[in-house]
Nanobody, 119 residues
Framework: QVQLAESGGGLVQPGGSLRLSCAAS????????MGWFRQAPGKEREFVAR????????DYASSVAGRFTISRDIAKNTVYLQMNGLKPEDTAVYYC????????????WGQGTLVRVSS
């Protein structure tokens, strides 16, 4: 059974940084393209970033390109999202999932991790 556990969220001031983690079990991230998504209050869940099975290339939503970086640690079977230059509009619950292009491959989601950007 695939389980994805997101962590690392919190309250941060505008311009600050956070690193999110997605620990996977029941699948090996090296055999899957993985991605991050987010859902802001009252909005649909949206694509944020993805990393291919090989680790390259990576792909980002235009709203986060240049500020966010997706990476992975195969030994830890964990995917990361380094978020710099955070803005209030980045406030959302962040989730990870396997991806195909920019679409999630599973309807089963983890609990997510809440990121709040506020002064």
């Amino acid at each position: 059974q695939v389980q994805l556990a997101e962590s690392g969220g919190g309250l941060v001031q505008p311009g600050g940084s956070l690193r999110l983690s997605c620990a996977a079990s029941g699948l090996t991230i090296s055999g899957n393209a993985m991605g991050w998504f987010r859902q802001a209050p009252g909005k649909e869940r949206e694509f944020v970033a993805r990393i291919s099975r090989s680790g390259r290339p990576t792909d980002y939503a235009s709203s986060v390109a240049g500020r966010f970086t997706i990476s992975r640690d195969i030994a830890k079977n964990t995917v990361y999202l380094q978020m710099n230059g955070l803005k209030p509009e980045d406030t959302a619950v962040y989730y990870c999932n396997r991806v195909l292009d920019r679409q999630p491959m599973s309807d089963v989601w983890g609990q997510g991790t809440l990121v709040r950007v506020s002064s």
